[in-house]
């Protein structure tokens, strides 16, 4: 046995040894692996069948009502040094933290299964690749994972191959929100979940490991892991150009990745292709460009609001093969949320008969984990070792006034300071209120392993002599009018703003200069065939001054609680760009 493997046997060991489970199974990702486990959690009812003959092999799995979503106030991030975690993570010294968690998971598995389960995220054979182990037992999560990630054998001979993986232990313990914590350990490479069986928060490749970990990981060997969808847009021409676009949980990602172009659109010959829908990780080519791979394999995406309107490619993936976690059920068995035309549900969510005074059939952060396989639009770039070169990153959030549809960087710095500025109204993706404005810098605020300060510096320090970076944007697709209702019709409408993007990256469209960046005039942006009228093209593109200084002395003061650590070119950035607005106040 090669070293590696002795040392993930030590560790699996010693973790029965504190957990106590009654059996051990290591996960080799086979199709009856899958198979006996599913029959197994169709029998403790920790799976429910779906209709055979509407969506064939697709499951219903019901959650602890008190756990639906991630859980931001019980994630640590635990540094030897508090000032590494940073103010936007909560923190606990890692002698404290194993302590308090160890705790928990003494004799946890009694009576139960401990699942290793080794991963690999991103293509098995790509070298920006990285593997981990998770421990679990969950079934569920077992399940889960084998859709999201390179699970089993193959990633277990890579990591005997290569040396390192990231260890994340996850027990369910009793579903218990006061006794539930997910803490990581960037120095140790390592995740310790216990109390909940909630996606981010128990599959512990996603937001623990290519998030939270690799960040800090990415920053000292020179690369990026960031919550953006990789999508491919291919021109009449027939040429593609990749887009990373980062956007907080519920803010639109998994929509923008597979959007179906507009009909004019798709009778010129665009195309659009899905790379990836949340994650993706960039390094600097050998051409200077950035290049980036999903390291996931699955999508674990929002179902309320999904319809063959809004995303047909989703519709088409969830026939056949999926798990569903939280959504309600109609008389016939088969899957409803929020958002579908058709159907009717007779059980809730919680399984209880559909009563609407008492809320949505669906829970609001209700989910859907497929292979992204089964996505009509999957590029199959999406396997290629070395990635796929990004002409354009996008950063957006979701805020009902002020920003405009969308604007442009002027360079890279300016950029930067664009997705540090970053700004959102909370969603139900976590526990807490939804709709509440908060600063969401380059939409990591709850996945930034590290500190915000020397995050912001990491990226400028990309803008090197040789590097030929991506334009940077930012986008609005939920500016609301007066009525309340949204401005611009999002959706596959918005490959009408990925063109201009487009264009401007090929140095074809037209721009007006603002101190906040440039924006299209109306005439810059194919709106043919929409309904807008042109007061709601103007308002979409206006720059409110007296709005974006309140906004700029905020973006001031939050760089400020970053103390000596945020970088002195964004507070030179911002000050330019404050004094660009007062200018155009004075001369108004
Ligand atoms: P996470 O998986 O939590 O990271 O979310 P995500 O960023 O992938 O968001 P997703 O694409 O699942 O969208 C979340 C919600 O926003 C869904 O209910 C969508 O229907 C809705 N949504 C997505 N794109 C648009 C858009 O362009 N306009 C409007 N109005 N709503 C949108
Ligand atoms: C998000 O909340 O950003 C998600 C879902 O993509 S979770 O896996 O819970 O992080
Ligand atoms: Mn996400």
């Known amino acids: 046995m ?3 493997l002795a040392a993930l046997n030590r560790w699996v060991d010693d973790v029965a040894r504190l957990t106590q489970p009654d059996r051990i199974h290591w996960c080799d990702g086979s199709d009856a692996e899958a198979r006996e486990l599913n029959d197994l959690m169709v029998e403790r009812g920790d799976l429910i069948a779906l209709n055979e003959t509407t969506h064939p092999n697709c499951y219903l799995h019901r959650s602890n009502p008190s756990d639906v979503a991630r859980v931001e106030h019980l994630t640590l991030v635990c540094t030897p040094e508090r000032e590494d975690a940073g103010p936007n993570n909560h923190w606990m010294a890692p002698a404290e933290a194993h302590a308090k968690i160890d705790a928990l998971f003494a004799g946890c598995m009694r009576g139960r299964t401990l699942y290793v389960v080794p991963y690999c995220m991103g293509p098995i054979d790509s070298p920006i690749s990285r593997c981990g182990v998770e421990i679990t037992d969950s079934p569920y999560v077992v399940a889960n994972m084998r859709i999201m990630t390179r699970m089993g054998a193959a990633a277990l001979a890579r990591i005997e191959r290569e040396g390192t993986f990231v260890k994340g232990l996850h027990s369910i313990g009793e579903l218990d929100p006061e006794r539930r914590f ?5 120095q140790e490479l390592s995740i310790k979940s216990y109390g909940s069986g909630y996606g981010g928060n128990a599959l512990l490749g996603k937001k623990c490991h290519a998030l939270r970990i690799a960040s800090h990981q990415a920053r000292s060997e020179g690369w990026l892991a960031e919550h953006m969808l990789i999508v491919g847009i291919e021109n009449p021409q027939g040429e593609t150009h990749y887009v990373a676009a980062a956007f907080p949980s519920a803010c639109g990602k998994t929509n923008l990745a597979m959007l179906i172009p507009p009909e004019g659109h798709r009778q010129a010959g665009w195309k659009v292709w ?7 990780w960039m390094t600097p080519g050998a051409d200077g460009r950035l290049w980036a791979i999903n390291p996931e394999a699955g999508f674990f995406g929002v179902a309320p609001g999904t319809s063959a309107k809004t995303n047909p490619n989703a519709l088409a993936m969830l026939g056949h093969d999926t798990i569903f976690t939280n959504v309600g059920v109609t008389a016939d068995n088969q899957p409803w949320w929020e958002g579908l035309p058709e159907g009717t549900p007779v059980k809730d ?5 559909f009563d609407p005074a008492r809320g949505p059939a669906a829970h609001p952060n209700s989910r859907f984990t497929v292979s992204a396989k089964q996505c009509p639009s999957y590029s199959p770039h999406t396997e290629d070792a070395r990635g796929v070169p990004i002409s354009a990153i996008v950063f957006g959030g979701r805020r009902e006034s002020l920003v405009p549809l969308v604007f442009e960087a002027r360079d890279w710095t300016h950029g930067v300071l664009v997705g540090a500025a970053m700004a ?9 209120a939804v709709g509440v404005v908060r600063r969401d810098p380059m939409a990591m605020k709850p996945f930034c392993g590290y500190n915000y300060g020397d995050y912001f510096a990491h990226w400028l320090s990309f803008d090197r002599p040789g590097a030929k970076l991506p334009k940077i944007f930012h986008v609005n697709w939920f500016r609301k009018g007066a009525d309340g209702k949204f401005l611009w019709p999002g959706f596959g409408d918005n490959l009408r703003v990925l063109e201009w993007m487009l264009q401007r990256v090929a140095g074809s469209a037209g721009a007006e200069e603002t101190p906040i960046g440039n924006l299209p005039h109306a005439a810059d942006l194919d709106l043919a065939g929409l309904a807008l009228q042109p007061q709601q093209v103007d308002e979409l ?13 905020e973006i001031g003061a939050y760089l400020d609680s970053y103390g000596a650590r945020a970088p002195a070119a964004l507070h030179r950035e911002r000050q330019r760009i404050a004094d660009a607005l007062e200018g155009c106040r004075e001369t108004a």
Do not use: Y
Request: charged share 25%; with cysteine; proline share 2%.
């Open 2 to 4: 090669t070293s590696q």
């Open 182 to 186: 997910i803490m990581h350990f960037p």
């Open 274 to 280: 899905t790379v990836g829908d949340d994650i993706c």
């Open 349 to 353: 969510w919680q399984g209880r008969d």
């Open 424 to 432: 959102s109204e909370t969603t139900a993706a976590a526990t807490g």
């Open 541 to 553: 593109l206006r720059v409110d001054v007296e709005g974006w200084q309140r906004e700029i002395g």
